[in-house]
């Protein structure tokens, strides 16, 4: 398990990137996505937590800013559906999360994995 701990006045948070699927911007705050839909709200930005996502290159999950107020782990996506502006992430075990992304985002994501995988 690969935990980061975030610090804040009042609180301490552990959260297991591994698990998560998704994170959002949500104003000064930020919104950590479980692939099971447990919700963490930390108390910084989205730049910090990636920033430290950045800093500690966690194994077992790959992290990817999608826009400006999202980020997603690559490991779990399953399909990029274009047309419908639509990511879907699943992790095997029934738990599933779609997120609407705009055309562009999503055909340069689409692209940049193509592009990896062949």
């Keep these: 398990?690969?935990?980061?701990?975030?610090?804040?006045?009042?609180?301490l948070?552990?959260?297991d990137f591994e698990r998560v699927g998704v994170i959002q911007a949500n104003g000064n705050y930020t919104r950590v996505i479980y692939m099971n839909k447990h919700e963490v709200t930390l108390s910084m930005g989205i730049t910090k937590v990636s920033?430290?996502?950045?800093?500690?290159?966690?194994?077992?999950?790959?992290?990817?800013?999608?826009?400006?107020?999202?980020?997603i782990n690559h490991t779990f996506m399953e399909r990029i559906d274009v047309a419908r502006q639509l990511i879907v992430?699943?992790?095997?075990?029934?738990?599933e999360?779609?997120?609407k992304a705009s055309k562009p985002?999503?055909?340069?994501?689409?692209?940049?994995?193509v592009n990896v995988k062949g």
């Design 1 to 11: 398990m690969a935990k980061i701990y975030f610090n804040s006045r009042d609180e």
């Design 13 to 15: 948070i552990a959260v």
């Design 51 to 71: 920033e430290s996502l950045q800093k500690h290159q966690l194994p077992g999950a790959r992290f990817i800013r999608i826009g400006r107020s999202c980020i």
């Design 89 to 95: 992430l699943t992790d095997g075990e029934g738990h």
């Design 97 to 99: 999360i779609r997120l």
């Design 105 to 113: 985002v999503l055909k340069s994501y689409k692209g940049s994995v």
